[in-house]
Each structure stands twice: as C-alpha cells, then as structure tokens.
C-alpha cells in the first residue's frame, strides 16, 4: 500500500498494551473534534468524535479525553492489536466552519 | 468501501502537462472537499463545493480549479504539472455545507507522480 507520513512523530508500542495518542489544537473556539484512522492505502476513516460539553467518550476499545483548559485532545486505545497500526488524526472545529486536521502520529504495534 | 469514489488511483504524467482526478460523493452527501497530501504536510485543504457552488478556499493554487458538476460529482484539473505536485489528492463528502456530525467521509485517494 501507499506510505503516508514517513516523517511524522510515531508510537510504538506492544501487542496487547493500550496506546495513548496526543493532539494539541490551536483554536479555543472549536467544540466539535474528531479522531481519524488512516491505513495504508486508504483514506481517514471515522474513530470516534467528542463535543466540548464532554470532557470524555468511550467506544469500542477507544477512548477520546479532552482538556480544554489545555487545548489537548487524546486517543486511548485498549489492548493494541496489528489492526490498529495506521497514522491517526486528530480534526477540530468551531460551529460553522470545516475540519482542520492535525499533522497525524503513526502508530506502530510491534508483536 | 466508504462511500466515495476517487479515480484514477494511480496516474502518472509528465511535468508541464494537465490532468483531472475525479471523485463521487457517498450518495446523498452535497459537499465535497479536495484536499492534498504529502509526507510532510499531513492533509493539506484545497477546495470545497456544495450543491454545485464553491464554498471554500484553502491553499489552492492557481494552476489548480476544481468544479462540481450537477449530479454532484467533482474534477480536480491540475496544470502546468511540477515535479512537488506529486502527492497524494483526497476528496471527502459530508451532507451539509459545513461540518457535519462525524465529519467527512474519504475517498482512498489519487496517488499522482510527475515524472
């Protein structure tokens, strides 16, 4: 598949540990953010999304936190598999305007 | 399958010369939105059309244009090609004219290289 993100900040961790994956945002005025998986060859998908009323959201496996005292939004995902390696972006935005994406982290699971 | 048709997945050109890369909406999204991607840039926007309107403008350069045709689907025409224009072209979809919930659906990209 295609490569993408060669140079960009990577995680790597164990099969089986939980990952935690960082993103700063830059504006104070966004309340909508979402999290984004990309695999080789492919384009993002949609992981899970939180609102600026929530400080946290869990789905199946992943957890997003937010800090808006901070700026800093997270990824949690329990129990890395292969699956899950991929660059993951995180997107943020204020009412009435579109998505700006993150620079993306990849991350790697080793076996 | 997300939805969101791009084509060609691969093309391969020579510098100076023109292309278009096409891409279909998931059905019943109105938006669609170009953006760019190289290594170092992460998703870079370029361009976004509703219903047929441009709505949006990012770093798009000149010998760049985009259009959205009425049954919605959208070209990307690039010309004058160079050498950096080889990158990786994404279009998304979403129903409305701004963000949506859960964002933008993409297409699995156009991989250019200008030889």
């Known amino acids: 598949g295609e490569s993408v993100g060669l140079h960009l900040p990577t995680l790597s961790v164990q099969e089986g540990d939980n990952s935690i994956i960082n993103c700063a945002y830059s504006?104070?005025?966004?309340?909508?953010f979402i999290w984004y998986k990309q695999e080789s060859g492919k384009g993002p998908q949609f992981i899970i999304d939180?609102?600026?009323?929530?400080d946290k959201r869990q789905g199946q496996r992943v957890t997003v936190l937010l800090n808006k005292t901070v700026k800093h939004l997270s990824l949690q995902i329990a129990a890395t598999q292969p699956g899950d390696s991929a660059v993951y972006f995180c997107?943020?935005?204020?009412?009435?305007?579109?998505?700006?994406f993150g620079p993306g982290t990849r991350l790697s699971v080793l076996p | 399958d997300s939805g969101v048709t791009q084509t060609p997945k691969h093309l391969i050109t020579a510098t100076g010369q023109r292309v278009t890369l096409r891409c279909s909406p998931r059905?019943?999204?109105?938006?669609v939105y170009w953006y760019q991607q190289s290594l170092d840039q992460g998703l870079q926007f370029l361009i976004q059309?509703?219903?047929?309107?441009?709505?949006a403008k990012g770093n798009i350069l000149e010998r760049f244009s985009a259009q959205q045709f009425p049954d919605l689907h959208s070209e990307l025409n690039l010309s004058s090609l160079e050498l950096g224009d080889s990158v990786l072209y994404f279009c998304?979809?979403?129903?409305?004219?701004?963000?949506?919930?859960?964002?933008?659906?993409f297409g699995s990209g156009t991989r250019l290289t200008v030889v």
């Open positions: 998304a979809s979403s129903v409305g004219p701004t963000r949506g919930d859960y964002g933008y659906t």
């Open positions: 504006n104070s005025a966004s309340d909508y």
């Open positions: 939180i609102r600026s009323n929530m």
């Open positions: 997107a943020e935005t204020p009412r009435g305007q579109n998505f700006v």
């Open positions: 059905s019943g999204d109105l938006s």
């Open positions: 059309y509703y219903n047929g309107e441009e709505r």
